[in-house]
């Protein structure tokens, strides 16, 4: 009798202490179970049900419990650290199947200040001279940051509830109720810190009054005819009254190949007594255990174009190399709470709390949106992967959300950055998501199932609006000094090289305007009517395209000068700095109606008035600038975003393609098809001077949009298509054939889809007798060099002569040079399309490979462009003296590319013959046509 497959178990689990009276582990817990085999899961049943939290009679932890842990945390607080108000055992524990598990010491932390101390009328008078009573009264006042941590001690109910997340489907859910804030022992004091002063009560009652009117006018707003979700985000029921920490974990999965994450969130009622400014909900700090030790740490980079990649465990994370004036703004997203002036439950010791300089050591590295933590041997990452953690959230619609590591990557911290002055009727975090990866579970990287967990929710659609854009843009060679003749004579000669270089777009850049936010101010001399331009670039088939920065504006445009309350300040009322190195610009507030009407207005007027079907939108960080010098006080920088970016695609309408640049990450799925995922390339392959030469931000260079064109590749046709930038070709730049080459093949391969469409039978044409065992070896073919070799099977079949092979799999590459290689397994007595140097996935150029008559072979090559090269085909022949080629109807030049040996004592089984080919695409029936007797 066959031995019954075990089935894998995950357990989510609330740490309530185990000795309290009427204690039921069943209402504490979440399990799932998912049988390898079959790839099913299900949850453990529990109908709706509801339970008051079990309290110790003196308090105490429970030592017998057999789960209790000893606690680390990054804020310095552990198990023997008697008065920490969390220091029993962890609050909340996640764990799979071999002994991985994630433990939280805390349910929430909560870290705010009074509402007065973070309005504009405060944070002005204590930096500025001008206003002297403010100031004399602010030096008066110290001033507030409070931590209110929730652990288990301050639970008061918990039920269990079926509910539905969008994309992820049914799930069961415990809620777990908390303590209102200041429900402690020193309520009355804690609501008289966070009450306003006399000087400060009618300041704030007018951004109070600000923001019911705009929330007025949003509820009175009709519905747009272009909508962004077509369900809800999830169908948790929310209370006014209790603080509600949500898990879930999804009820069934098809997937065997996907373990179940972990989600939860956590609802914030609005203090009715008091207004506090929520800077930080820290929903997770605790501790990673996935029973290996990791070995690297995938960190996301703020918006397109912040450093993204994989670092070893103890390096350093790669950081800028211009100051903060020139560089904050580009990568400043989440940020971890700051230092407390109190700490609630008051039995935490103050003095035992690290101080911002041993945090800053403690959270080595830092990470937007999401993080990865992976485990290798030997440092070697490949497809031989041991367990990983995959963290961060389902979205960025309503805090921008930032993770924290320390060097052993095993401490980790999630901060939700809410930063809003005035608290709305709920605060609600977006899902954060936790998925322990089993070792070898995965199809191509630990990072999938969320990446396609965050398209579902995201509802991203990125190939809704046709193919990709492939053309020209105007930048990066004529930079500013564009007009309408030069266009012209651009657009007129990509026409005629349509059958050589195909293009479907043209994208007039920055230029064409006089200032950035005048938008319908038109360079004099230069530019008449944008109409023209759109209508020159469809004559000569291809789709228009214009840039646009629309929630950024000059310092000398009129729109600046007119409007001073749209621009963003920062907490010193000064406009914020939006960091950029070619030139400062001010930054429009996506908060203010009025700011969106007018963007709105210029969006409309691209799309409909001047016939733009493409839309390159640049500098959209500048939308949530950091500073509270804005319209609603009660947004957050990310609902700013989301505002901003809903306002553009309303405006655009559902069918024009938009590009998004300078974009935080997580808030632009499913408003954009495209996204520049890099920084800017450059005519050098580092930055040029006077910049430095050693940046790792977001300095323009083709180093960096190599970098992160490669680590953010697995986002392209999941959430929008990727946009790594332009070829910069010709005699403009400084860059060698090498360093081309190499940004040919990142481009190539991560963001062409049609290597997906490949004939099979140009991948491995299928002899009569089925494929043969991988014993006969690989054909190996070097694409940029055209070079063919042969390797034996004991090359690349186990895992270790794979990471230790020399020979045939290794090449010695040129400082900057890169290499596609080609294996594809011998098929002996059989011939094989071997590869092509016409197109990088040495297939995608094949029409048909046809080896079913004796002793011949047909292959037809696609004929859409002109183009001559070489392919290469393996004739299972040792003599090639008879050997005849034929292109187009005549006879061709062959020559042999080289041998392929056999096994057993064989010595040659078949030789590789490389033919030049013409593809004249004159529609013609023999174009394209190849044929080989033998």
């Not at 009407?597 to 733009?612: L, N, P, Q, S, T």
Request: a negative charge.
């Amino acid at each position: 009798m066959p031995k019954p497959v075990e089935e894998e178990r995950w357990e989510f689990k609330l740490n309530i202490p185990s000795t309290t009276a009427n204690y039921d582990a069943e209402k504490y817990s979440i399990v799932t179970t998912q049988t390898p085999a079959s790839g099913r899961r299900t949850t453990t049943a529990a109908s709706s049900s509801s339970s008051t939290a079990p309290t110790d009679a003196d308090g105490d932890s429970d030592t017998s419990n057999p789960d209790a842990r000893e606690k680390k945390s990054l804020l310095g607080l552990s198990s023997d650290d008697k008065s920490s108000p969390q220091g029993q055992q962890c609050c909340w524990q996640y764990s799979g199947p071999r002994g991985m598990n994630l433990q939280s010491n805390i349910l929430l932390k909560l870290s705010y200040r009074p509402a007065w101390q973070a309005i504009p009328e405060y944070t002005n008078s204590s930096s500025l001279a001008s206003c002297c009573q403010c100031k004399s009264y602010a030096g008066e006042m110290e001033e507030e940051q409070v931590w209110e941590i929730y652990t288990q001690e301050q639970v008061v109910k918990t039920e269990k509830r079926e509910i539905t997340i969008r994309g992820v489907g049914k799930c069961q859910a415990m809620q777990v109720f908390l303590k209102p804030l200041f429900d402690h022992d020193n309520d009355d004091a804690s609501q008289e810190r966070m009450s306003p002063p006399r000087e400060m009560q009618s300041s704030l009652g007018l951004h109070r009054q600000r923001m019911g009117n705009q929330q007025r006018s949003d509820q009175q707003e009709q519905q747009p005819q272009w909508s962004r979700f077509t369900e809800a985000p999830d169908s948790s029921p929310s209370h006014i009254n209790h603080i509600v920490v949500t898990f879930a974990i999804p009820l069934t999965n098809d997937d065997p190949t996907c373990d179940p994450p972990l989600l939860w969130k956590v609802d914030v009622p609005r203090f009715q007594s008091t207004d506090v400014c929520i800077d930080t909900l820290t929903v997770f700090d605790g501790t990673v255990d996935m029973k290996e030790n990791p070995t690297h740490v995938y960190i996301q980079g703020y918006q397109s174009w912040s450093y993204t990649g994989s670092v070893v465990k103890g390096k350093k994370q790669p950081q800028p190399a211009m100051p903060d004036m020139f560089s904050k703004a580009f990568n400043f997203g989440g940020m971890p709470c700051e230092t407390p002036t109190i700490v609630f439950p008051p039995r935490t010791d103050m003095s035992k709390l690290p101080s911002v300089h041993e945090l800053q050591d403690k959270r080595m590295y830092q990470s937007d949106y999401f993080v990865g933590i992976t485990t290798s041997k030997g440092n070697i990452l490949d497809e031989f992967g041991g367990p990983a953690l995959v963290c961060g959230w389902l979205s960025q619609h309503e805090q921008l959300g930032t993770l924290n590591l320390d060097p052993s990557l095993t401490q980790l911290e999630m901060h939700a950055t809410h930063r809003a002055q005035l608290v709305a009727p709920i605060t609600t975090t977006d899902w954060a998501y936790a998925q322990l990866v089993s070792p070898h579970h995965y199809d191509e990287e630990p990072l999938v199932h969320y990446l396609h967990a965050a398209a579902a929710f995201n509802e991203a659609r990125p190939l809704q609006n046709g193919p990709m854009l492939t053309g020209w843009c105007s930048w990066y060679h004529y930079y500013e000094n564009i007009s309408e003749e030069n266009l012209r004579e651009n657009f007129a000669k990509l026409a005629t090289i349509q059958d050589d270089v195909p293009t479907n777009v043209a994208v007039v850049d920055d230029g064409y305007m006089t200032a950035w936010g005048d938008w319908d101010s038109f360079k004099p001399k230069k530019f008449t009517d944008m109409r023209f331009v759109s209508q020159d670039i469809e004559r000569n088939g291809m789709r228009p395209g214009i840039w646009l920065a629309p929630f950024a504006c000059d310092k000398h445009s009129m729109i600046a000068k007119q409007h001073p309350d749209w621009i963003i300040r920062n907490d010193q009322g000064r406009p914020a700095n939006s960091s950029n190195c070619g030139k400062f610009f001010y930054g429009l507030d996506a908060t203010n109606p009025h700011v969106r009407e007018y963007v709105a207005k210029c969006i409309r007027r691209a799309v409909k008035d001047w016939g733009f079907e493409a839309l390159k939108i640049d500098f959209l960080y500048a939308a949530c600038l950091e500073g509270n010098g804005k319209y609603d006080l009660s947004m957050t920088r990310a609902q700013a975003m989301h505002l901003a970016l809903q306002t553009i695609r309303e405006a655009a309408g559902p069918n024009v393609f938009l590009i998004g640049c300078g974009c935080p990450v997580g808030v632009g799925i499913g408003y954009v098809d495209g996204m520049r995922i890099s920084a800017d390339t450059g005519p050098t392959w580092y930055p040029a001077f006077p910049l430095p030469w050693w940046d790792n931000g977001t300095l323009p260079s083709l180093r960096a949009m190599i970098r992160n064109s490669m680590t953010r590749a697995s986002y392209g046709h999941r959430w929008w298509h990727n946009d790594p930038d332009c070829l910069l070709l010709g005699k403009t730049t400084s860059l060698t054939n090498d360093e081309v080459a190499t940004a040919c093949s990142v481009v190539g391969l991560t963001y062409e889809p049609t290597v997906m469409h490949i004939p099979p039978r140009a991948l491995r044409p299928l002899p009569s007798g089925g494929v043969s065992s991988s014993k006969d070896g690989c054909h190996i073919f070097s694409f940029w060099s055209g070079n063919y070799t042969w390797a034996p099977a004991s090359a690349y079949q186990s895992k270790s002569s794979i990471r230790e092979a020399t020979g045939p799999l290794s090449h010695k590459l040129r400082k900057h040079q890169s290499e596609i290689f080609h294996l594809k397994a011998v098929t002996p007595g059989v011939p094989q399309y071997i590869g092509s140097d016409m197109h990088f996935s040495c297939g995608y150029e094949v029409l048909s490979f046809d080896a079913s008559q004796s002793n011949k072979v047909m292959v037809k090559l696609k004929t859409e462009l002109k183009r001559e090269g070489n392919i290469v085909v393996f004739l299972p022949v040792v003599d090639t003296a008879n050997v005849k080629a034929f292109v187009g109807g005549l006879q061709a030049t062959w020559s042999v590319a080289g041998s392929t040996p056999g096994v057993n004592g064989v010595a040659c089984i078949g030789r590789c013959i490389k033919i030049a080919v013409t593809i004249n695409a004159d529609e013609t029936n023999e174009d394209g046509e190849v044929i080989i007797e033998y």
